[in-house]
């Protein structure tokens, strides 16, 4: 049954209206959704996009798990032909399960994301078209997100982004690597991927989304002590629109990619994702709403496979202390 607030359908899926009624924010929420979430992007999102000299993709494999990936090239490399196409043709590290999941049919999710200005949009939709060039996506859901928890780095080229470079991709376990552990251990911000019951559709919210998270270095916290690696992160106050949280709640599969910033590296992981909404361990963690634990399956590290150098962080104000 499609959700209605009014006369006008929801943006939403079953799993995001349902945390936002627990949390109490859905009349407030659907008044948003039906003003600032659109079946289009507008000109100001083309416009950015568009200058972008990466983006990051949300993907789903052969079952049904979603990743997270960075992709990568000179401005320009994403176009928006029209208000509802966009073309990303970039690059993209040796081992990216990204260049296997992206086919036609597939649902995709966007990020644009401008960590000088902490200026981010998220584009929703359908793989129409892949080729040797890239992926073309059929635009289905496109908003903004606010600036909170985005650290401000500035990146230039190191070398030509279209050169491929990088060591043998290696695989992680269940239980993460040293040279893994220390990226997790030293993240201020990672990228998480999630789905919605049946992605495949498209409409009314359906899809894979991702999501930017942010915290002072340390805040995905790590234990090892099980069967498998554990990473714990926060939930901060948002935009009540809970699009990863309502997706967990349907489904629990989460990719996570980490950004070795002064390295070049980047980290993707997967696994299972349960929300703990409240209690000690909540009340423990200085500003959370929530925590969401991941228990790890699996994953790949993409050694120096980013063309670019990033300066050193400028903390978000809600990270700022004194």
């Known amino acids: 049954m499609i959700e209605t607030s009014g006369a006008v359908a929801s943006p939403f899926h079953g799993g995001e209206l349902a945390v936002q009624e627990r949390l109490g924010v859905k009349k407030k929420v659907a008044r948003f959704g039906e003003r600032g979430i659109r079946p289009f992007m507008p000109d100001q999102h083309r416009e950015f996009v568009e200058e972008l ?98 650290q401000v780095r500035h990146a230039k080229y190191r070398r030509d982004p279209a050169a ?9 376990g269940e239980h993460l690597s040293a040279d893994a552990r220390r990226i997790v251990s030293a993240a201020d911000t990672f990228f998480i991927a999630s789905r919605s019951a049946h992605p495949a559709e498209g409409a009314h919210g359906e899809g894979v989304d991702v999501s930017h998270r942010g915290g002072l270095p ?35 599969q989460v990719g996570l990619l980490f950004v070795d910033f002064d390295h070049g590296s980047l980290l993707s992981l997967v696994g299972r994702a349960e929300i703990i909404w409240d209690g000690p361990e909540v009340s423990a963690v200085a500003g959370a709403q929530r925590l969401v634990r991941v228990t790890l399956r699996s994953g790949v590290l993409m050694d120096d496979a980013l063309p670019f150098s990033f300066s050193e962080p400028s903390f978000a104000p809600q990270f700022r202390l004194g």
């Open 53 to 150: 000299p990466f983006v990051f993709v949300a993907s789903l494999d052969g079952e049904g798990q979603p990743w997270a990936s960075m992709v990568w090239g000179l401005p320009g490399f994403v176009t928006t032909p029209d208000a509802t196409t966009l073309k990303v043709a970039g690059n993209m590290a040796a081992g990216d399960p990204l260049s296997r999941n992206v086919v036609a049919g597939a649902p995709v999710g966007v990020l644009g994301i401008e960590l000088e200005t902490r200026r981010r949009n998220r584009v929703n939709g359908t793989v129409v078209d892949r080729n040797s060039d890239g992926f073309t996506v059929h635009v289905t859901q496109s908003f903004g997100n606010c600036q909170k928890y985005i």
């Open 164 to 172: 491929r470079a990088g060591a043998v991709p290696r695989l992680e």
């Open 218 to 252: 340390g805040f995905a916290a790590l234990a090892d002590d099980g069967p498998a690696t554990v990473i714990t992160f926060p939930d901060y106050v948002g935009n009540f629109l809970f699009n990863t949280l309502g997706n967990i709640q349907t489904d629990p």
